[in-house]
């Protein structure tokens, strides 16, 4: 599934119809932004901040973003959220103005739903006019990190209103993405019917397959798996087809491309899918945070932290960040530096205390920087959660290509306290 801008005239690719009727993605109008100066240059500026913030927008997969063509007709009035629904049929509208003062540029936007005219986010952002083009491009980026998790937000929460028999593709995906972080047995398990339910409405859902087989990767690392074996074939199956289905959407391509290596050890294709899932959106922050684990496990630990750094800037309202905190943990401990990992993790930890994945790399940080009696407390946390945990199968069988950072992480663990 790939974000388009209707009106454009030329959509980047062909289609199917299955779009319109099954997944009814979110669609969004960003309108003019009013220049209060009525400078030529402060108008100027708000015009190309505006086109920054559409094709910003438009390389979301799950957003239907409409072309500045088609929102021009507002440019100098102030339409109310239902007028813009009647004409545009979008749900949510993004509307703001733009004001010089001396050496600054400052910005003020509104996130509106219009089928209820609600105010969901309003915000103000500032920068200096120096080079107006980096502050441009900074602006519109801050923008479109705060707008897309204001979206999916308000989606769930529509979603949870509905009956689940009248969900249709994309809101069960929404909603096994919020049952699946939960790491309970019944949630974890509806998520799975959800994407399964997903993949039935829509069988050429690539995304939905994907997160299909990013959930049997978690039941293996979560310790819930019945058959590690079963899960590791469907995992496969899953993320194979994912990829058949759509070679252009960033969030397929990145949770097959952390699959192929978490799971696999298919570095190469791993790394050569996260670069297709950039080059389809470079502001894709699921595929930089994905990217860095792997880099994280062939030993790149600069280019590992280079790239969770620049997902989490991308995405830092993210509802489910606990999982980019833990990445970050990951590159840190990788490269060596026990205590800020060890911060990192606990980071992760207050947000998710049930993700063992995070739990572990809190676990050995915390031993190998001398911290026993709270690298102890995080291993008794984790065997709550998973009390058939060994270090040597574990340890084994991770990821980390390099087998003495394997061997490594598995006497950090048992420093910690787990069982051997």
């Known amino acids: 599934m790939h974000a388009y801008m209707v009106g454009a005239g030329k959509r980047p690719r062909t289609l199917p119809a299955i779009d319109s009727f099954q997944r009814r993605r979110p ?6 932004f009013a220049d209060q100066e009525a400078e030529t240059a402060t108008s100027y500026f708000s015009d190309g901040l505006v086109q920054d913030i559409i094709a910003a927008l438009a390389c979301l997969p799950e957003l239907v973003v409409i072309s500045r063509s088609s929102t021009l007709r507002y440019r100098g009035s102030t339409p109310t959220p239902r007028q813009v629904r009647r004409d545009l049929h979008v749900r ?13 540029v400052r910005l003020s936007a509104e996130l509106v739903d219009c089928e209820s005219g609600a105010s969901i986010w309003s915000d103000r952002f500032a920068g200096e006019a120096a080079d107006i083009f980096t502050l441009q491009d900074e602006l ?25 028999d009248s969900l249709d593709a994309y809101e069960c995906v929404l909603r096994g993405l919020d049952l699946m972080y939960h790491f309970e ?11 399964q339910r ?75 899918l996260f670069d297709r899932a950039l080059a389809a959106n470079p502001s894709s922050a699921i595929a930089w945070l994905r990217g860095s684990a792997t880099f994280s496990y062939v030993g790149e630990t600069r280019e590992a932290r280079r790239r ?39 980071r992760s930890a207050a947000l998710n205390s049930r993700f063992t994945a995070n739990l572990r790399f809190l676990a050995a940080s915390l031993a190998a920087s001398g911290k026993a009696e709270e690298a102890r407390k995080a291993a008794q946390t984790l065997l709550r959660i998973d009390p058939k945990f060994t270090v040597r199968k574990f340890a084994e069988g991770h990821a980390f290509k390099d087998p003495d950072r394997r061997r490594l992480f598995g006497a950090h663990l048992v420093l910690a306290g787990l069982p051997e």
């Open 27 to 32: 669609s969004i109008a960003v309108l003019p």
């Open 92 to 104: 949510y509208m993004l509307s703001g103005s733009v004001r010089r003062s001396g050496d600054k």
């Open 140 to 164: 519109s980026a801050r923008v479109v990190a705060t707008i897309a998790p204001q979206v999916q937000e308000s989606e769930l929460r529509r979603v949870l209103r509905k009956r689940p």
């Open 185 to 195: 047995a019944e949630p974890f398990a509806e998520a799975l019917r959800m994407f």
């Open 308 to 346: 969770a750094e620049i997902g989490l800037r991308l995405s830092p309202y993210d509802a489910h960040v606990f999982y980019s905190y833990a990445i970050m943990a990951l590159a840190v401990y990788a490269a060596g530096e026990y205590d800020q990992a060890a911060q990192w993790a606990r």
């Open 198 to 272: 997903a993949m039935a409405l829509d069988p050429k859902y690539a995304t939905a397959h994907a997160l299909a087989a990013n959930w049997y990767s978690m039941r293996i690392d979560q310790g819930l798996s019945p058959d590690q074996d079963a899960d590791y074939a469907e995992a496969d199956r899953l993320s194979r087809l994912a990829l058949i289905l759509d070679r252009f959407d960033p969030m397929a391509l990145s949770l097959c491309g952390h699959v192929r290596s978490f799971m696999f050890r298919d570095y190469d294709h791993a790394i050569e």
